[in-house]
T-cell receptor, first 117, second 110 residues
Framework: DTEVTQTPKHLVMGMTNKKSLKCEQHMGHRAMYWYKQKAKKPPELMFVYSYEKLSINESVPSRFSPECPNSSLLNLHLHALQPEDSALYLC????????????????FGPGTRLTVL | GEDVEQSLFLSVREGDSSVINCTYTDSSSTYLYWYKQEPGAGLQLLTY?????DMKQDQRLTVLLNKKDKHLSLRIADTQTGDSAIYFCAERGSYDKVIFGPGTSLSVIP
């Protein structure tokens, strides 16, 4: 099973709403990632969790708040977003952030299409 | 710094071979990846190559790596309309971050 699932598929929210994106994997991976992708652009890294601890925050505004309740789940809590935050939010997981001689390939979920009105 | 470059568009006829090129700057990259993204979908890993290899073949896909020139290519044999998508080249750079290129939009003409 090389599947990463994300819910919801689509989300429309107002600037005063609070919502959460969810990501789940059952591959035993210990690293999980959030990316933001604008149309016709490559994914931009937002956060990395390694062994359930936040290891990278790419200077993301505090209106995005990640959470890793356990090794299989990753959430992204959204509050007071701006219209320019509308994008495809992708979750990914990989076996381990340690490089060594393993490819440590990232497997991506289908994404959540977020629209902020 | 780390940078990955790709041509933005490629158009081929169905049945022909497609070659998507990529250049990268980080000579310490250990792994290089090719991902495919269809409209409205997430990224699908196609293949990857370790930096001490110069070629990898997987069914219709052939990856060539020229480490001296920091050039990576993906060849798709017998291109089909289902291959139409955006193809991202990516390198594993510093701090284990994966750096993506801008993506090449492949259009397959029936």
């Amino acid at each position: 099973d090389t599947e990463v699932t994300q819910t919801p598929k689509h989300l429309v929210m107002g600037m005063t709403n609070k919502k959460s994106l969810k990501c789940e994997q059952h591959m035993g991976h210990r690293a999980m990632y959030w990316y933001k992708q604008k149309a016709k652009k490559p994914p931009e890294l937002m956060f990395v969790y390694s062994y359930e601890k936040l290891s990278i925050n790419e200077s993301v505004p505090s209106r995005f708040s990640p959470e890793c309740p356990n090794s299989s789940l990753l959430n992204l809590h959204l509050h007071a977003l701006q219209p320019e935050d509308s994008a495809l939010y992708l979750c990914a997981s990989s076996q381990d952030r340690a490089s060594g001689d393993r490819a440590d390939t990232q497997y991506f979920g289908p994404g959540t299409r977020l629209t902020v009105l | 710094g780390e940078d990955v470059e790709q041509s933005l568009f490629l158009s081929v006829r169905e049945g022909d071979s497609s070659v998507i090129n990529c250049t990268y700057t980080d000579s310490s990259s250990t792994y290089l990846y090719w991902y495919k993204q269809e409209p409205g979908a997430g990224l699908q890993l196609l293949t990857y190559i370790f930096s001490n290899m110069d070629m990898k073949q997987d069914q219709r896909l052939t990856v060539l790596l020229n480490k001296k020139d920091k050039h990576l290519s993906l060849r798709i044999a017998d291109t089909q309309t289902g291959d139409s998508a955006i193809y991202f080249c990516a390198e594993r750079g510093s701090y284990d971050k994966v750096i993506f290129g801008p993506g090449t939009s492949l259009s397959v003409i029936p």
